[in-house]
């Protein structure tokens, strides 16, 4: 079992900031990916973005210069830091964790940005 629990979510004026933290924990023994997806109401779940056990980052397009995700492999951590945010980035944010071709999900964590 992998159990994954995310935190730091919350309303945020436009232009605001924020930062997701996600710990991972149970039987982790060779991460792949761990990430960030985003479902708004009436949406589809949608990428935000990930992050591999060497490094490597990928993000959408829509959060490309305000969103940075980083992470602290020992920990079994993930972090994404959202600026800028804008009315549109209001969704629940759901951390990801890849392992072995298995992919858990948390229970998310609600970030409304609205003035």
């Known amino acids: 079992q992998v159990q994954l629990v995310e935190s730091g979510g919350g309303l945020v004026q436009p232009g605001g900031s924020l930062r997701l933290s996600c710990a991972a924990s149970?039987?982790?023994?060779?991460?792949?990916?761990m990430g960030w997806y985003r479902q708004a109401p009436g949406k589809q779940r949608e990428l935000v973005a990930t992050?591999?056990?060497?490094?490597?980052?990928k993000y959408a397009d829509s959060v490309k210069g305000r969103f940075t995700i980083s992470g602290d492999n020992a920990k079994k951590m993930v972090y994404l830091q959202m600026n800028s945010l804008k009315p549109e980035d209001t969704a629940v944010y759901f951390c990801?964790?890849?392992?072995?071709?298995?992919?858990?999900w948390g229970q998310g964590t609600q970030v409304t940005v609205s003035s």
């Open positions: 992050r591999t056990n060497t490094g490597f980052t």
């Open positions: 990801n964790l890849v392992q072995e071709s298995r992919a858990y």
């Open positions: 149970g039987s982790i023994f060779a991460i792949n990916v």
